[in-house]
Every structure is written in structure tokens, then in C-alpha cells.
């Protein structure tokens, strides 16, 4: 049975990176399918988990909270949701909040959130992503509290094979192999 993994992250914490090296190893098929329309949303993404199920492959998802927000689910709403008994949860976060701030910002600006941006935004509205990304932490410190593999940005910086390592073993780990 495919297991979902989900990937309970904020902006500019490195999760289209991880989720790139976890399709490369066979851990992941999908991501973020919480922010697209519902047209889409209907037709691709539920059929995408009962074929990965089928396929006996691993499903997995990016969350931010504004993606349950603008699907006006709760957590625990979005959870019951999903098909599988058996769900990892990997918790992203980048620790330096200031550098995820300046990068989101300049993301925004320059329109790229795939790898670093160069454009380190406005600078004057960096507060503002601070707060935006501290409200991020915060409500994944409130909502998820069951069992969950915390991953950093920084580490992944450090040493990705490690990490990589470290989140396959806890996916093997959840899925029973």
C-alpha cells in the first residue's frame, strides 16, 4: 500500500529541493496539490493518490497552512482525508527566520521560487515575513503533535545525503519495510 508523506513546511525552506532528492531515491511522487484550483484539485489530485496506491508507490504532499485555509479544511479535517492508515510526517523548517524572510520576499519579487533567489526583495518588509513565517511555526507547533520527523534546512545544507538517509529510514521506518 502507498504510504502519503507529508511535508509540513513554511515558504523557503528548501522543500521542492528535498522533494526533488526524495523522487530521485523513489520516496515521492507528487507536490503541493493543495494550491492549485479546484478543477484540478477534483480531477488530478485524488485520482494521483489511488494510483500511487495501486502502483504500490509512495504519495507525497507539501502543506503550508494557507493551502488548508483557502480549502477551508482544519488539520484535522485535512488529515482524515487522506487514504492511507500509514502517514509520514516530516516537519521543514529553515532556523534562520530572517534569511527565510528575505529569501521569501525576494521570491516574491522576482517571481522564482525554485532554488536561491538573488533578489533579496524589499528589505523594509522583511518584518512583516518574519511575523508571516513566525504564524507559520507556530500553528504546525499547535496542530502537529503526533509522531513526526523534523528535518532543517540547515542540515540539509550541511550534509543533504544525511538527511536523505535519515528521512527514508523514518519512511521505511512508518511504512513498515
Known amino acids: 500500500m ?8 513554511h515558504p523557503r525552506a ?29 480531477s488530478q489530485f485524488w485520482p494521483r493518490i489511488n494510483l500511487a496506491e495501486q502502483e504500490n508507490r509512495d504519495f507525497g ?4 497552512p494557507n493551502h488548508l485555509n483557502s480549502r477551508s479544511y482544519s ?17 521543514v523548517k529553515r532556523l534562520d527566520i530572517e534569511a527565510a524572510a528575505k529569501s521569501w520576499s525576494g521570491a516574491e519579487c522576482s517571481g522564482s521560487w525554485f532554488g ?4 533579496k526583495g ?5 518584518d512583516d515575513y518574519v511575523k508571516r513565517l513566525n504564524g507559520i511555526n507556530e500553528y504546525w507547533d499547535d496542530n502537529l503533535t503526533g509522531e513526526h520527523l523534523f528535518v532543517a534546512y540547515e542540515d540539509m545544507v550541511a550534509d543533504m545525503d544525511e538527511q536523505l ?6 519512511i521505511d521506518r512508518v511504512k513498515g519495510r
Not at 502507498?2 to 513546511?9: E, L, S, T
Not at 536561491?116 to 533578489?119: D, F, K
Not at 524589499?122 to 522583511?126: A, Q
Open 165 to 170: 538517509n535519515l528521512i527514508t529510514s523514518y
Open 2 to 9: 502507498a504510504i502519503n508523506i507529508v511535508m509540513c513546511a
Open 61 to 64: 504532499i507539501k502543506v503550508f
Open 116 to 119: 536561491s533567489s538573488q533578489n
Open 75 to 91: 488539520w484535522e479535517q485535512f488529515i482524515s482525508l487522506l487514504p492511507h492508515e500509514k502517514t509520514a510526517y516530516i516537519r
Open 14 to 42: 528548501g522543500t521542492n529541493w528535498l522533494k526533488n532528492r526524495l523522487v530521485s531515491r523513489g520516496y515521492y511522487e507528487c507536490n503541493e496539490w493543495l494550491h492549485v484550483s479546484e478543477e484540478i484539485y477534483n
Open 122 to 126: 524589499r528589505l523594509s518588509e522583511v
